[in-house]
Every structure is written in C-alpha cells, then in structure tokens.
C-alpha cells in the first residue's frame, strides 16, 4: 500500500519563504513523476511544479521563478521551496507520486500566506 506524506505547512508573513516535503512509501516500483498542486478557498485544485524521475521540472506561470521542485529518488522524497511567497500562494498543496500510470495523492498540508 502506497503511502504519501506532506510536511512543512504553515503560516507565514508575505516575502516569506516555505520549505514543503513529501515522502511516498510502500512501493516496490520506482516513481515516476512527482508533483505538487495546490487548491485554494472556492478554486479548483492546479499543478504547481512537476519533476520527473531524471528531474526535468516544470512550474506554473504563477510560481515560476519564485518556486523549485526537487526531489532524492533514494528516499522517494520531493520538495518543494517556496520563496517571495504572496497571499495569493494561500492554499491546500498537496503532493501527487505516479508509479506505473497509477496516481497516489497525499492528504495536503496547509499554507496561509498572511500578515
């Protein structure tokens, strides 16, 4: 049974930085790709940043430059840092793992960008 974990949610002042973390265990298959998405209050849930196994990454418009995706394949961890957060980044994120074609979602981790 595929578990995957976020970590490193919170509040935080606007300018500020954010470190989330995501462990996906329990399976015998490697990962595939990883990614975070994001759902705010009354929006539907976006892609943020994706990294595939052999870390090519993408980001969305609204974070590019701002956020970086990495990820420890050894550990079957992906991270997330968010800098010059904005209130507007306020929202669920949650960390999705494929392996296989089959998707495994996290619980998501809350982050308030507010002062």
């Known amino acids: 049974q595929v578990q995957v974990v976020e970590s490193g949610g919170g509040l935080v002042q606007p300018g500020g930085s954010l470190r989330l973390s995501c462990v996906a265990s329990?399976?015998?298959?490697?990962?595939?790709?990883m990614a975070w998405y994001r759902q705010g209050p009354g929006e539907q849930r976006e892609r943020v940043a994706v990294?595939?196994?052999?870390?090519?990454?993408d980001y969305s418009d609204s974070v590019k430059g701002r956020f970086r995706i990495s990820r420890n394949n050894a550990k079957d961890t992906v991270y997330l840092q968010m800098n010059a957060l904005k209130p507007e980044d306020t929202a669920v994120y949650y960390c999705?793992?494929?392996?296989?074609?089959?998707?495994?979602w996290g619980q998501g981790t809350q982050v308030t960008v507010s002062s």
């Open positions: 329990g399976s015998s298959r490697s990962i595939d790709a």
């Open positions: 990294i595939t196994y052999g870390g090519v990454t």
């Open positions: 999705l793992a494929v392996i296989s074609s089959d998707d495994y």
